[in-house]
């Protein structure tokens, strides 16, 4: 009985070493505060980033939908254009073909109204692929440079484990393991922030370019209509009807009888 008194008191007179998470950052100080804190801006701003590039592409492809089923079915195309959604990318395709038709009567060459047409639809391209790619430079940095943040802060963690082991004179494991954990943590941090950032640029410049192709395949559409004064439509595809409700079945008795009226 005394002996279990004994080793009870001995245990909790022991010092208690605490490792974790927080402790290490802790022991880090403000320098390993700074780069957790460099990369967590950069995490979330990437996953902003992936949220609002991919809630705007599809909106875009949405209403490409939209234009497939309901522009080529009008007159003409200032009257397809009213049936778009204003500050589109296909409206602004629309408005700014319109505007280069209403400019090209001013060509004194076919062929030069033919290029003005053309380099008006192809500048509207750009700016939308423009806009469109916005955001994605900064996910490429954050996939290139945050391993390297993270990197930084496991050569500090390394490097205040060997002056702890250095004032200690002997490489104790309640010396080393608060940086070292420090250094393994910030490690896995960077990688954490890299990996989602480049699989989320691949993925949203992927979806860029079909959006591209989309673009490029009505802008020659408009580009055809105007050049034969709108003769040349792409094919429509028609809506189908909705299926009717089958007719009911004759009713029967047990037996397989039909019941007299």
């Known amino acids: ?23 290490a950052m802790n022991q880090g100080g403000a320098i390993a505060w700074s780069i957790f804190g460099v990369l967590v801006i950069m995490s979330v701003g990437s996953f902003y980033i992936l949220i609002t590039k991919l809630l705007e592409q ?16 009008a007159g003409s195309l200032k009257e397809g254009a009213t049936k778009l959604e204003k500050n589109s990318a296909w409206r602004q395709l629309v408005d700014d073909a319109l505007m280069a038709e209403d400019q090209h009567g001013k060509m004194t060459d076919s062929l030069e109204a033919h290029d003005w047409l053309h380099g008006t639809l192809a500048r509207s391209e750009s700016a939308i692929n423009a806009k469109l790619a916005g955001g994605l430079p900064f996910l490429a940095s954050v996939g290139a440079t945050s391993p390297f943040v993270g990197l930084l802060g496991t050569v500090i963690g390394i490097y205040r484990a060997l002056i702890n082991i250095g004032l200690a004179g002997s490489a104790s494991i309640d010396k080393v393991a608060g940086p070292v ?4 943590i910030m490690t896995a941090i960077g990688l954490l922030v890299a990996v989602p950032a480049v699989l989320a640029y691949n993925w949203l410049s992927a979806r860029n370019k079909r959006i591209a192709g ?14 034969s004064n709108g003769a ?14 089958a007719a009911p079945k004759p009713a029967t008795t047990a037996g397989g009888v039909k019941p007299k009226a």
Not at 11 to 21: H, R, W, Y
Not at 214 to 227: E, K, R
């Open 1 to 23: 009985m005394i002996t279990q008194l004994l080793a009870a008191a001995a245990e909790g007179a022991a010092p208690k070493n605490q490792f974790g998470f927080w402790e």
């Open 58 to 73: 599809q909106k875009v492809m949405k209403q490409y939908n939209d234009v497939r089923a309901n522009f080529w079915r």
């Open 181 to 184: 954990g420090e250094a393994l």
């Open 214 to 227: 989309m673009l490029s395949g009505f802008s020659t559409d408009i580009l055809a209509n105007i050049n």
């Open 232 to 245: 040349v439509k792409p094919t429509v595809v028609p809506a189908k009807a909705p299926a009717k409700p």
